[in-house]
């Protein structure tokens, strides 16, 4: 698996990687550290020159993270590009073929405010990779599922088997939240026939799905995620229901979403 991890050298941003290692326990990976110099442009020499400082302290900064993971069986390369942060990320992520965007976020109010107006939010607009945030608080350690939210009538199967091959590759077992919007017989007969999906087409597969009665779905995934910290939570941005209201374009809803739980956006 081949992932790229964006670095702005903070605690965050740290954190990302060692979640990316935690998740590289099966056959070859490599991982793709990425530091991205914003330019201010300015002909002036001292522009220049902190230009230089910039990348040579970039430099420094990577070899010591890449001389503290030399030991793992990871495959380690570095790239330091000058642009836009969100341009760059997506840029590279493509010509290198990537199979994942890790990235930290910032925040501790909510994805809600984690997401709009930062860097997060632009680069999962710009990428055409999955990308998966990790808030301060995620802890491989913790991890045991991937949990997709999905409302039945909208999902593709095409996530759902991207999904699954992520739990075999990470070794995590997959649950599927069911969003129940009314009692209607449709929804339940759609219910039932992904139960059987499951089962017929991935036997082996440890699976749960979960039905959750909640017209807001922001607000159904607040309470079911209040106390669990063993998931990363799986949304395909197509679903834009669901998406528009964590990313507030929707302001119909109160932010409801902590940021203990990490993100992964299926694109």
Same mark, same amino acid.
């Given at each position: 698996?081949?992932?790229?991890?964006p670095?702005? %050298?903070?605690?965050?941003?740290?954190?990302?990687?060692?979640?990316?290692?935690? !998740?590289?326990?099966? @056959? #070859?990976?490599?991982?793709?550290?990425?530091?991205?110099v914003?330019?201010?442009?300015?002909?002036?020499?001292?522009?220049?020159?902190?230009?230089?400082?910039?990348?040579?302290?970039?430099?420094?900064?990577i070899?010591?993270l890449?001389?503290?993971?030399?030991?793992?069986?990871?495959?380690?390369?570095s790239?330091?590009?000058?642009?836009?942060?969100?341009?760059?990320?997506?840029?590279?992520?493509?010509?290198?073929?990537?199979?994942?965007i890790?990235?930290g976020?910032?925040?501790?109010?909510?994805?809600?405010?984690? !997401?709009?107006?930062?860097?997060?939010?632009?680069?999962?607009?710009?990428?055409?990779?999955?990308?998966?945030?990790i808030?301060? +608080?995620?802890?491989?350690?913790?991890?045991?599922?991937?949990?997709?939210?999905? +409302?039945?009538?909208?999902?593709?199967?095409?996530?759902?088997?991207k999904?699954?091959?992520?739990?075999?590759?990470?070794?995590?077992? *997959?649950?599927?939240?069911? %969003?129940?919007?009314?009692?209607?017989?449709?929804e339940?007969l759609? +219910?039932? @026939?992904?139960q059987?999906?499951?089962?017929?087409?991935?036997?082996?597969?440890?699976?749960?799905?979960?039905s959750?009665?909640?017209?807001?779905?922001?607000?159904?995934?607040?309470?079911? %995620?209040?106390?669990?910290?063993?998931?990363?939570?799986?949304?395909?941005?197509?679903?834009?229901? *669901?998406? +528009?209201?964590?990313? @507030?374009?929707?302001r119909?809803? #109160?932010m409801?979403?902590?940021?203990?739980?990490?993100?992964?956006?299926?694109?």
């Open positions: 698996m081949k992932i790229l991890i670095l702005d %050298f903070s605690d965050n941003s740290v954190k990302a990687l060692e979640f990316a290692k935690g !998740l590289c326990k099966k @056959g #070859e990976n490599e991982i793709i550290l990425l530091h991205v914003e330019v201010v442009y300015d002909f002036a020499s001292q522009a220049a020159i902190a230009l230089d400082n910039m990348h040579k302290d970039a430099r420094e900064m070899s010591k890449k001389k503290k993971h030399e030991h793992d069986s990871i495959n380690y390369r790239i330091i590009k000058e642009g836009t942060a969100s341009i760059s990320i997506a840029r590279i992520a493509e010509e290198e073929d990537v199979d994942m890790i990235m976020t910032h925040g501790v109010s909510g994805i809600k405010k984690v !997401l709009v107006g930062s860097t997060a939010v632009e680069v999962i607009k710009e990428a055409r990779t999955p990308v998966l945030l808030p301060s +608080e995620g802890k491989t350690s913790s991890i045991t599922k991937i949990t997709l939210a999905l +409302e039945i009538s909208n999902h593709e199967e095409e996530y759902i088997h999904v699954v091959g992520l739990a075999k590759k990470w070794e995590l077992s *997959l649950e599927i939240l069911h %969003f129940e919007k009314s009692d209607d017989f449709r339940k759609a +219910e039932k @026939g992904l059987v999906f499951l089962k017929e087409e991935f036997p082996d597969l440890k699976s749960t799905l979960i959750i009665k909640s017209k807001e779905l922001i607000k159904g995934l607040d309470q079911y %995620f209040d106390d669990k910290t063993d998931s990363i939570l799986a949304m395909c941005h197509q679903h834009k229901n *669901l998406w +528009e209201q964590v990313t @507030g374009k929707s119909s809803l #109160e409801a979403y902590h940021t203990h739980v990490p993100l992964l956006v299926m694109l």
